[in-house]
């Protein structure tokens, strides 16, 4: 069955139904109300957050009132445990009336750390409360306006606060009962879900979203996000930054020379009427060598990048651990296939290829053997990749020799099947096992070079204990095979090319969205309840 608002669903688990309602909050760093605190012990009483005369039972969601009940002296209330986010932007919870108990004095609503437990919500500045016996809304006074129904055994009550304009309005069995408040100047950060209750009898269950909730309260978010969307949508283009479209085409073709897309770029400039800031033939070289890495062939990347960029990863001795470092992880898995010289024909060791980048042969004898070639790509992409490292193209100091793979085709390869695996080969395992000792130098040098690296140190110990495991895929560290993993590396790679070439190492595209996210990270922690509805991606979408 489908549901209009998908968070009523019944199948749902409460993190699942939490997760649709509030995608902005990080319970990592702001943990949701999902039941009644506990505390009742501390230096102050207004520190506590249940008053004595308050029970709590099944799971701490049910609240019953075990004091007298004779005078409002006897009023008790109980906060969530946790305050509620900002980021909720609207944030709602339901109470079911389970026993109305002797007099029914029973109030449902909010209130800020430090209120008195022994009152009932909304009494108190900084406390907000609907009551049953009355039906009044109480607003951080004694004194209580006519609002709504009175409620009872039975009804459902809903509270919700709306974190943009501070508004707070109440539901009765699934009825919007009308804004109760709005605009309060001094309405505090940091509200709790508060229920108090005064006479014996008096019972209710809390609803933080373990259950759908009675009330569509996607419906009410819905509306905010229109709203919030049109407001964004309305801002005008500033005009110190120039004309809006060829600002906008200038970001979307420099992300696509970024990414090395050298077919989509060239038509969109023709259509745009723009140039591109990179020559083609450097593009798709670029295109070449992330190909190469998200395919899993390391070490054919890096030699190429050796031969295109010399110098490049003497530079950035860093990547080229990084990279070297992936490569053992590939080989682990068969997706960089090693073989023995005297079996390839004496083919290039990776001691000889890295000598351009500032690891002479000497420290590197330990693995004469490994080829650097890297396995297999096809035999007319190795005929094109073996021109490209031995030179015969011309221009080979500024990446612009044109290795010709026009595709822009850039998906991550699936992954070599598990029987590739060079654990399953001894002869290979064996040169496994050097190129991870001269990976060892490496590291020594670096360390030696430039201080220790804890990240260099903790890789290097990671792709090693692949080793420890007869089937490494099934182990606790199996999840650096997985060929997503090559991603971030591929993008580092990219980036430091790009800088070699005076261009920008990070397109202004992905530089904005990240500078909105950011933002909407410190609209969220200074309270600003609008960043719940301006989430980047709905609104690209």
Not at 230 to 257: C, F
Not at 279 to 289: D, P, V
């Amino acid at each position: 069955m489908e549901y209009e608002s998908p968070s009523q669903s019944p199948t749902l688990t409460q993190d699942e139904r939490l997760k649709l309602l509030y995608p902005m909050v990080n319970e990592d760093e702001t943990p949701l109300p999902r039941c009644w605190s506990t505390k009742t012990v501390a230096p102050n009483h207004l520190l506590q957050d249940k008053y004595n005369y308050i029970g709590l039972s099944q799971s701490n969601l049910r609240v019953h009132y075990k004091g007298h009940g004779k005078t409002h002296k006897d009023a008790s209330s109980v906060r969530a445990t946790h305050p509620i986010p900002a980021s909720c932007g609207l944030y709602y919870f339901e109470v079911k009336i389970i026993s109305k108990g002797r007099d029914g004095y029973m109030g449902v609503g909010l209130s800020a750390q430090g209120v008195n437990m022994n009152r009932l919500p909304g009494w108190d500045k900084h406390s907000y409360g609907y009551h049953g016996d009355d039906g009044h809304s109480f607003c951080s006074s004694g004194t209580g306006q006519a609002y709504g129904p009175t409620f009872t055994t039975g009804d459902v009550i809903g509270c919700g606060i709306n974190l943009i304009d501070g508004s707070c309005f109440y539901t009765k069995n699934g009825h919007h009962l009308g804004i109760a408040f709005q605009g309060f100047a001094d309405l505090p950060s940091g509200l709790y879900p508060t229920v108090g209750l005064q006479t014996p009898g008096e019972v209710i269950d809390a609803n933080f979203g373990q259950e759908p909730f009675k009330f569509d309260i996607e419906g009410e978010m819905r509306e905010l996000r229109r709203k919030t969307q049109g407001v964004i949508e309305e801002l005008s283009w500033p005009r110190k930054q120039g004309d809006a479209q060829a600002v906008l085409h200038n970001m979307v073709s420099t992300y696509l020379v970024h990414h090395g897309y050298s077919q989509t770029a060239e038509s969109f400039a023709k259509s745009a009427g723009q140039e591109i800031s990179e020559e083609l033939t450097s593009m798709r070289n670029r295109q070449h060598i992330q190909k190469l890495v998200l395919a899993g062939k390391l070490g054919e990347a890096i030699s190429t990048v050796d031969q295109l960029y010399p110098g490049l990863l003497a530079l950035n001795q860093d990547l080229h651990f990084r990279l070297k470092v992936r490569q053992f992880i590939e080989m682990v898995s068969g997706a960089d296939t090693l073989e023995i010289e005297s079996e390839s024909g004496g083919g290039k060791s990776w001691a000889d290829t890295s000598s351009s980048s500032g690891h002479s042969g000497s420290n590197m004898d330990m693995e004469e053997q490994v080829d650097n070639a890297g396995g297999e790509v096809g035999n007319h992409e190795n005929h094109q990749t073996e021109q490209a490292v031995n030179g015969n193209s011309q221009n080979t100091s500024n990446g612009n020799i044109d290795c010709d793979h026009s595709t822009d085709n850039m998906d991550v390869d699936a992954g070599a099947p598990r029987g590739n695996s060079i654990l399953a080969n001894p002869a290979r395992f064996e040169c496994l096992i050097r190129f991870g000792r001269s990976l060892h130098v490496f590291a020594t040098q670096l360390e030696q070079e430039k201080g220790r690296s804890e990240a260099n140190s903790t890789m290097l110990q990671e792709a090693f204990s692949l080793l420890a495991y007869a089937d490494p895929w099934d182990s606790p560290v199996g999840g650096q095979l997985d060929p997503a993993g090559r991603e971030s590396v591929c993008a580092q790679l990219n980036s430091a090319i790009l800088e070699s070439k005076n261009l920008p190492g990070r397109p202004p595209l992905e530089i904005s969205l990240a500078h909105s996210a950011h933002l909407l990270k410190l609209m969220s922690n200074s309270e600003l309840g609008a960043c719940a509805f301006a989430d980047i991606q709905t609104i690209l979408n």
